[in-house]
C-alpha cells in the first residue's frame, strides 16, 4: 500500500519555495506527517509534507505558531517560511493520490531525549509549563476537544462497535466515558499542546531548544497538557524514575488547582483509551503499525492496574510540589488555583 506521500518529490517541492540544488535527507518522521532536513545555500530547513486533508486545521496550526513567535519563550518553536511570491505559510504539492499540504520551517537545532535520561525529562517538562502559561491566553480556530473518545478519528465514531480491541480493550474504551466526561468539563480550560512526546522536544546545552510539532493543539482542560505527559512517562520501562521529575519540572513552572491535580491519574488513563482509539482508527483506514492492536490494549491494561496501585502517591507527590513551588515560582503568566 502506498503511503500517504508516495510519489512526492521533496527536490520538486522545493522549487515552490525558490530552493534548488539543496541536500535533503529524510528526517524521523512522525505517524501523520513525513519530513526531510534540507541544506540549502539560504540556510537549514524540515520540509514537512502533511497528512491531514483539511487546509483549515493547518490555517490553524501556523497561524497560533504566529502568535507564539511574540511569546518570549525561551526555546523555539515551528516558524514556516512563506512559498515565494505567496502570501501563505504553506502550499499544496501533488502527490500520486491527492494534493497535500507542504510547508518549510527553520530548523531548530537539537536531540531527542532518551527514555533514560531523568534530568531531560524535568526540564522538558518545565518548557512545556512555560509554553502552557504562553497558550493561556491565546485563541485557536481548531475545534475545542470535548473529552468524548468518539470523537477521536472518523472511522471510531462510536464506542459499541470496538472488536478489534478484543473484550479487554473494549471494556477498557468504555470504563473510560465518565473519566472523559471529567475532562470534558475540568476547570480552566485554554490551549494545550496536547503532545508531549520525546519526539517533540529538542535539547542542547542541558536546556531546551525547541518544542515541535502543535498539529493537536487545541482547547483543552488545562491539567490535561500534563496528564498526557503522564501518559507518556508511564509507557516506559524507566516509568518508576521518570514520573517524579516529570511533575516536579512541570509544577515548578506552573500551578495547577488541587482539583486537576486530584484528576491527573485519571486524565492519564482517559488518554490511554484516546489513543486506542486513534490507532483502532488508522488500524481500520488500512495504515497497519508494526505493534498489533492487542499490544496496545496489554500496554493500556498494565498501565491501568499500575495507576491504580500508584495514583495515590501521584496526587500526593503532585500536591506537595505545586505547595511548595508556589512561593518560589517566577511570574510567567496567568495562573489560578482552587486549593
Same mark, same amino acid.
Not at 486530584?262 to 488513563?269: E, F, R, S, Y
Not at 482517559?270 to 488508522?282: E, I, K, N, P, S
Given at each position: 500500500?502506498? =503511503?500517504?506521500?508516495?510519489?512526492?518529490?521533496?527536490?520538486?517541492?522545493?522549487?515552490?519555495?525558490?530552493?534548488?540544488?539543496?541536500?535533503? $535527507?529524510?528526517?524521523?518522521?512522525?505517524?501523520?506527517?513525513?519530513?526531510?532536513?534540507?541544506?540549502?545555500?539560504?540556510?537549514?530547513?524540515?520540509?514537512?509534507?502533511?497528512?491531514?486533508?483539511?487546509?483549515?486545521?493547518?490555517?490553524?496550526?501556523? /497561524?497560533?505558531?504566529?502568535?507564539?513567535?511574540? /511569546?518570549?519563550?525561551?526555546?523555539?518553536?515551528?516558524? !514556516?517560511?512563506?512559498?515565494?511570491?505567496?502570501?501563505?505559510? &504553506?502550499?499544496?504539492?501533488?502527490?500520486?493520490?491527492?494534493?497535500?499540504?507542504?510547508?518549510?520551517?527553520?530548523?531548530?537545532?537539537?536531540?531527542?531525549?532518551?527514555?533514560?535520561?531523568?534530568?531531560?525529562?524535568?526540564?522538558?517538562?518545565?518548557?512545556?509549563?512555560?509554553?502552557?502559561?504562553?497558550?493561556?491566553?491565546? $485563541?485557536?480556530?481548531?475545534?475545542?476537544?470535548?473529552?468524548?473518545?468518539?470523537?477521536?478519528?472518523?472511522?471510531?465514531?462510536?464506542?459499541?462497535?470496538? =472488536?478489534?480491541?478484543?473484550?479487554?480493550?473494549?471494556?477498557?474504551?468504555?470504563?473510560?466515558? =465518565?473519566?472523559?466526561?471529567?475532562?470534558?468539563?475540568?476547570?480552566?480550560?485554554?490551549?494545550?499542546?496536547?503532545?508531549?512526546?520525546?519526539?517533540?522536544?529538542?535539547?542542547?546545552?542541558?536546556?531546551?531548544?525547541?518544542?515541535?510539532?502543535?498539529?493537536?493543539?487545541?482547547?483543552?482542560?488545562?491539567?490535561?497538557?500534563?496528564?498526557?505527559?503522564?501518559?507518556?512517562?508511564? $509507557?516506559?520501562?524507566?516509568?518508576?524514575?521518570? &514520573?517524579? !521529575?516529570?511533575?516536579?519540572?512541570?509544577?515548578?513552572?506552573?500551578?495547577?488547582?488541587?482539583?486537576?491535580?486530584?484528576?491527573?491519574?485519571?486524565?492519564?488513563?482517559?488518554?490511554?483509551?484516546?489513543?486506542?482509539?486513534?490507532?483502532?482508527?488508522?488500524?481500520?483506514?488500512?495504515?497497519?503499525?508494526?505493534?498489533?492492536?492487542?499490544?496496545?490494549?496489554?500496554?493500556?491494561?498494565?498501565?491501568?492496574?499500575?495507576?491504580?496501585?500508584?495514583?495515590?502517591?501521584?496526587?500526593?507527590?503532585?500536591?506537595?510540589?505545586?505547595? $511548595? /513551588?508556589?512561593?518560589?515560582?517566577?511570574?510567567?503568566?496567568?495562573?489560578?488555583?482552587?486549593?
Amino acid at each position: 500500500m502506498r =503511503g500517504p506521500g508516495a510519489g512526492f518529490d521533496p527536490a520538486e517541492a522545493l522549487r515552490t519555495w525558490g530552493i534548488v540544488g539543496a541536500a535533503i $535527507s529524510p528526517s524521523s518522521s512522525g505517524l501523520n506527517n513525513e519530513s526531510w532536513f534540507v541544506d540549502a545555500a539560504s540556510g537549514e530547513y524540515v520540509l514537512r509534507l502533511y497528512a491531514v486533508g483539511p487546509s483549515a486545521a493547518v490555517e490553524a496550526e501556523h /497561524a497560533l505558531l504566529a502568535r507564539l513567535r511574540s /511569546a518570549g519563550l525561551p526555546f523555539a518553536t515551528p516558524r !514556516p517560511v512563506g512559498p515565494v511570491g505567496s502570501p501563505a505559510t &504553506w502550499a499544496w504539492i501533488a502527490t500520486l493520490g491527492e494534493p497535500r499540504a507542504a510547508a518549510l520551517f527553520e530548523r531548530i537545532r537539537g536531540a531527542h531525549p532518551d527514555d533514560a535520561d531523568v534530568a531531560a525529562v524535568e526540564t522538558a517538562a518545565e518548557a512545556f509549563a512555560q509554553l502552557d502559561v504562553a497558550l493561556a491566553v491565546m $485563541s485557536t480556530d481548531r475545534p475545542a476537544f470535548t473529552g468524548r473518545i468518539e470523537t477521536v478519528h472518523p472511522l471510531v465514531p462510536d464506542l459499541e462497535h470496538l =472488536g478489534e480491541l478484543g473484550p479487554d480493550g473494549a471494556a477498557f474504551v468504555r470504563r473510560m466515558r =465518565g473519566a472523559s466526561e471529567l475532562r470534558g468539563s475540568l476547570q480552566p480550560r485554554q490551549i494545550i499542546h496536547g503532545d508531549f512526546a520525546f519526539g517533540n522536544i529538542l535539547l542542547g546545552g542541558g536546556r531546551v531548544t525547541g518544542i515541535l510539532d502543535f498539529e493537536v493543539a487545541t482547547e483543552d482542560a488545562r491539567a490535561a497538557e500534563l496528564g498526557v505527559a503522564l501518559r507518556l512517562v508511564l $509507557s516506559k520501562s524507566t516509568r518508576e524514575r521518570l &514520573w517524579q !521529575p516529570l511533575l516536579r519540572g512541570y509544577l515548578r513552572a506552573a500551578q495547577l488547582s488541587a482539583t486537576e491535580i486530584d484528576a491527573l491519574p485519571t486524565i492519564a488513563l482517559q488518554h490511554d483509551a484516546v489513543v486506542l482509539a486513534w490507532w483502532l482508527g488508522r488500524f481500520r483506514s488500512g495504515l497497519r503499525d508494526i505493534r498489533p492492536l492487542t499490544q496496545r490494549v496489554a500496554e493500556a491494561l498494565d498501565r491501568e492496574r499500575w495507576l491504580a496501585d500508584q495514583g495515590p502517591a501521584i496526587v500526593a507527590e503532585a500536591r506537595r510540589l505545586s505547595s $511548595s /513551588a508556589t512561593a518560589d515560582r517566577r511570574p510567567y503568566g496567568p495562573m489560578a488555583s482552587d486549593g
